[in-house]
């Protein structure tokens, strides 16, 4: 079984927004293809505006679409383009797989507020990153000092969530921290997805907190 599926463009209004899923590249024997997920009247209502470079909602957009999304992804002749694999974990032989580097990434751009965010499968050596979401309403409860790179946290689902049937939230102990980003959360719901473990991999903050990358894995995964 192959890791990952599709990739989901995600997209919200700006930080502290929620995430909506707004479309979807599929990847079948090579060849790749890009359609919205969400319509144009549906779209108007939150604000959102489509990728520039797929303006068309009702075309399912076949030419271009792997080599338009890695733009997204950090120009491999930059200098610190070793600090850019390192910090993501990209071995040597995924360095120029695009499909492989948009999903590990997420496609974070600072300019916009997309993402490309991988359905991953509950495997053997599963182990991609994530974030925590809800940062920016729940730190107010969350001591700058209480949690620390390669803190190991715990996680539940979250069931009755009503904006996505497969959320999960994420705890140092009891104290809680937030939610799993929309799409990674499904892996925890997949068969074996009980034996996922949460590791977190790094922590922006600046006299609050700001960003928390986690590192998601198989808990047969060595060396995390």
Known sequence: MKTLDDLFLVWRRGRGERRSIVGVVE??????????????????????????????????HTENVLDTFALR????????????????EIEPEHQKDKWYLLARTQGIRAIDNFELLADYHVTKDLMFFSEICGLSYYRKHIPLNAISESDELRWEKDTDNEYDKYAVKVFKGDLFLGFVKVIHSRVFYKDGGQDIKIKIKSIDKNGTLNRVFIKIYNHDVQGT
Do not use: C, H
């Open 27 to 60: 990847e079948e024997n090579g060849n790749f293809q890009f359609k919205y997920l969400i319509k144009p009247e549906e779209a108007a209502k939150i604000g959102f505006t489509p990728y520039v470079a797929f303006s068309d909602m009702k075309k399912v």
């Open 73 to 88: 992804l950090t120009n491999p002749a930059r200098q610190d383009i070793q600090k850019y694999y390192d910090f993501w």
